[in-house]
């Protein structure tokens, strides 16, 4: 076996290490995560260029399906995911957010069941972010956290057992420009995974949970078995048993969802479930069919959890998740309280109990929360409607969905100019914040992050490649699009204090929205505007 010395050789640290980071990049985490690095990168970067094969083919017209050479596992009833793990038997509300010190200590102290603590959508990943965020959830599992910011102070609560932790890395398809391995930027989901996992695995177990994980983006079982690889192999490393690591896949593709059989599959030993991805996935089906003018979607807002393809979608992945005993967890509640409009307020609220309501009689284990005012309505309607720590007993063999439900794109509605300048809005308003390090914006009382951004930058392109017409008669086409962003860019950038980065965001934004290019993310776009690469730190 190497030694620590051996695997830290070709390691380059480029960004800024503050005493306070130090026991984060320890010699052991770093020579860790090298290895990590050194054993699955070639097979991640194979994996990700499958992705734009199959992306080709979609642009040509060829319509996915489910696998003919995985219908074995799919039609073996047989088989099973793990059991659920200690902590995660309950997960009826599960509140998400970044991995800020404020938000981590709030987090935790909410009436809620787990704490998805997230490296991902809703986190800008410069180089502070990334570390702080580590030393925070270090900090936390220990029940350290606590501090002090002007006159207040953030404690941890000591009247309750606290929720239990899940840690969201990057996908597969980030890189971390501020950590190299000889010479090579380390995935971001190796990166994230590896460092949380080597230092507080043990401590976890040792405290009654255990090292779990939301793994995202995925396109493929193929990008699952990658995942399960990476378990066993960090289990191994540690002398940790083989299951003890738990990941819950959100479905966020319209390809994994012909796969979420498989992918369950893939992790059984590892599986804690699937998640309902819901503005990831809206992204995802206008991104893969951008080409085909017959998956052209009206205003975002048209776009609810009822309409048919994402209905289908739902019930597939309940139905799937039951039959292999783990848990589906239903999506995110994005509204912020309304404090200034008792109304309006009210009705925000009422939307959100709704929302619930559909997704605990569907048949979901769970449900996420963006801000700690919504659990209590959350609370309420699972308490209600499911008295069980999960209703996984609830098989829905009921549910009958085929690839063509998946894929059925009758959804009501227009095309406004209304719509378009709210997709400006949230896509301009999204990308200012993360060009200044923030990964999740308040805006109209939303909580929105990356992938509501995604989808506001979607339709815009999708609508202009193909010339829709909008409800008021306008065509949409690059000059027209690119008048309402500059009207958009203005009126927001004059609103905002000095400094602000809309203009530049606009810049980025412009070259995304006319239907000729179109960056495989937006926040590969922008990442180098957020990097801050200095001369290699001695390890």
């Not at 503050?18 to 990168?41: D, V």
């Not at 109990?353 to 979901?364: I, M, N």
């Not at 200044?436 to 815009?460: K, W």
Request: aromatic content about 10%.
């Amino acid at each position: 076996m190497a030694t620590i010395e051996q695997l830290n050789q070709g390691v380059a640290i480029l960004g800024n290490v503050t005493e306070a980071q130090k026991k984060i990049l320890t010699p052991e985490a770093t020579g860790f995560i090298a290895l990590l690095h050194r054993t699955f990168n070639g097979t991640r970067k194979a994996l990700l260029q499958r992705r734009v094969i199959r992306q080709q083919e979609l642009d040509k017209g060829v319509i996915p399906d489910f696998l003919p050479e995985t219908k074995h596992i799919r039609d073996n009833k047989t088989w099973r995911g793990a059991p659920p793990a200690p902590g995660l038997v309950d997960r009826r509300v599960e509140i998400t957010g970044p991995t800020d010190r404020k938000m981590v200590v709030n987090a935790l102290n909410s009436n809620v069941w787990t704490y998805m603590a997230d490296f991902e959508d809703s986190s800008a990943p410069t180089w502070d972010n990334m570390i702080n965020g580590q030393v925070n959830l270090y900090d936390a599992v220990r029940k350290q956290v606590d501090f002090k910011q002007g006159e207040k102070e953030y404690k941890l609560r000591t009247d309750r057992v606290l929720p239990t932790l899940i840690a969201r890395a990057r996908g597969w398809h980030l890189e971390e420009k501020h950590f190299t391995i000889d010479g090579e930027p380390i995935s971001g989901s190796l990166f994230d995974f590896g460092l949380y996992f080597f230092h507080n695995a043990q401590e976890l177990v040792n405290r009654g949970t255990g090292p779990y994980f939301y793994l995202p983006k995925m396109e493929s079982h193929l990008e699952a078995r990658l995942w399960n690889d990476v378990f066993c192999l960090a289990q191994d490393y540690i002398g940790m048993p083989r299951g003890t690591i738990r990941g819950t896949v959100l479905i966020e593709t319209i390809t994994a969802a012909f796969e979420m059989d498989e992918i369950i599959y893939e992790l059984r030993e590892h599986s804690s479930g699937l998640n309902c991805g819901r503005w990831d996935y809206i992204f995802s089906v206008i991104k893969k069919f951008r080409q085909n003018p017959a998956f052209v979607l009206p205003d975002r807002s048209s776009i609810t959890m009822t309409v048919p393809f994402m209905d289908a979608y739902v019930r597939l992945l309940i139905k799937t998740c039951h039959a292999r005993g783990v848990h589906a967890m239903g999506g995110m509640a994005a509204q912020i309280p309304i404090k200034d409009n008792q109304e309006a307020n009210d009705k925000a609220m009422d939307n959100v109990r709704a929302d619930k309501l559909r997704e605990v009689r569907a048949g979901h284990d769970g449900t996420w929360v963006a801000h700690p005012a919504l659990a209590a309505i959350a609370s309420e309607v699972f308490n209600k409607y499911m008295p069980t720590p999960n209703q996984i007993w609830n098989r829905r063999e009921d549910y009958q969905v085929s690839g063509n439900d998946l894929l059925n794109m009758n959804v009501p509605g227009g095309i406004t100019e209304d719509g378009i300048r709210k997709n400006l809005n949230i896509g301009l308003g999204y990308m200012e914040g993360w060009l200044r390090g923030i990964g999740c914006v308040p805006i109209n009382y939303l909580m929105e992050d990356a992938a509501t951004a995604e989808v506001s930058r979607s339709q815009l392109w999708q609508w202009c490649r193909h010339g829709v017409k909008t409800s008021e008669g306008k065509t949409m086409d690059k000059a027209y699009a690119l008048k309402l962003l500059r009207e958009q860019a203005d009126e927001l950038a004059s609103k905002a204090p000095k400094g602000n980065k809309f203009q530049l965001a606009a810049r980025y934004f412009e070259s995304q929205v006319t239907g000729e290019d179109y960056a495989d993310f937006l926040t590969s776009l922008l990442y180098n505007e957020i990097t801050s690469i200095g001369q290699a730190s001695k390890l």
